[in-house]
């Protein structure tokens, strides 16, 4: 069974960046795309960043120039760099991983943004 675990999360004052990772644990076979969505309270979840199996990245308006995703040499993780954060960047982030027949999440990990 596929378990995505997020880590990396927390508080951090603004202007201030965070590292999230997020690693599979049990088999995936083959990815065509992994991502990292935010929800913030009362909101819906969006897509903050996502990377294609052949490299190709598309990021959020708001988090351009800030964020930044990338895969690890380990198979199936993933990173989410983020730079200048601001408070409207508070959410819960979740990973996502997307293969042929399945769609995987991970549990979330809370990122506060705040002085």
């Known amino acids: 069974q596929v378990r995505l675990v997020e880590s990396g999360g927390g508080l951090v004052q603004p202007g201030g960046s965070l590292r999230l990772s997020c690693a599979a644990s049990?088999?995936?076979?083959?990815?065509?795309?992994m991502g990292w969505y935010r929800q913030a309270p009362g909101k819906q979840r969006d897509l903050v960043a996502s990377?294609?199996?052949?490299?190709?990245?598309v990021y959020a308006d708001s988090v351009k120039g800030r964020f930044t995703i990338s895969r690890g040499n380990a198979k199936n993780t993933v990173y989410l760099q983020m730079n200048a954060l601001a408070p409207e960047d508070t959410a819960v982030y979740y990973c996502?991983?997307?293969?042929?027949?399945?769609?995987?999440w991970g549990q979330g990990t809370q990122v506060t943004v705040s002085s």
């Open positions: 996502k991983i997307v293969a042929p027949t399945a769609t995987y």
């Open positions: 990377i294609s199996s052949t490299g190709i990245t």
């Open positions: 049990g088999s995936i076979f083959s990815v065509l795309a």
